[in-house]
């Protein structure tokens, strides 16, 4: 069965979808279509900008969701898939790929997604690390000895086997990695980002973005989508949006996703978007299924 992945906020590159806006009508359509959208030409940054000014939070969400979207809109009949999942701001992407979003309101959703996550980052000081060569069981036995400590620090993604990444206060999440590495870690090594994604941190986001998903339709997919927040598949709107809602505050559960998605049929499956992280995800988990990105 052919299952497509969209990717998440660090996939990013200057020159993204430049091909695909100068040789694909339907690209350049939506591309544009984007621009009015948003109330700037965010195609000048994908296209010509700077790595700094890609990096701008109002720009790399909405920027990656749309080389993801568009991507595999563009594959035309070669875009069938049996089942969807994207990590974290890549579950939008696969939303409107797999037809529960339009395209418009995706993408508005990602551009609030993105401006109330700024807000939050400036609120509270938070970070992230990644976390290589613990069981999960003792990561979140760690983040809970932490957490007790009146700080918090949550795993963030289960991104494969041995591969976490922890979200939480500055000082807690420092706190964290030193004992990840007296626990035996081989890394836990500190992300350059400016805030605590998918912990309680991302509260203010995720009452502002719960507003505007609330007053967004949410159609029946064209086929199951596995949300981050419990790895399991939907395709009841109500059950999509509440998932959505949740999903700011809560761990990306990846690993999960893509051994339920194998559990269910899936042996094939396609990176829609930026990059080969998820590509790199699927091979550590379970090296016997087929992962490739997008030919077009």
Known sequence: MKAFVFPGQGAQFVGMGKDLYEN?????????????????????????????????????????????????????????????????????????????????DGLRLVHARAMAMQEACEMAQGTMAAIIGLPDEKVEEICAEVSAEGNVVIPANYNNPGQLVISGNVEAVNAACEKMKEAGAKRALLLPVSGAFHSPLMQPAKDKLQAAIEKTEVKTPICPVYQNVDAQPHTDPAEIKQNLIAQLTSSVRWTKSVQNMIADGADDFTECGPGKALQGMIAKINREVSAHGITL
């Open 24 to 104: 694909n009508p339907l690209a350049k359509e939506l591309f544009d279509k984007a621009n009015d959208v948003l109330g700037f030409k965010i195609t000048d940054i994908m296209f010509e900008g700077t790595a700094e000014e890609l990096k701008q939070t109002k720009v790399t969400q909405p920027a990656v969701f749309l080389h993801s979207v568009i991507s595999a809109l563009c594959m035309g009949d070669d875009f069938k898939p049996e089942m969807v999942a994207g990590h974290s701001l890549g579950e939008f992407s696969a939303l409107v790929a797999a037809g529960a979003l339009s395209f418009e």
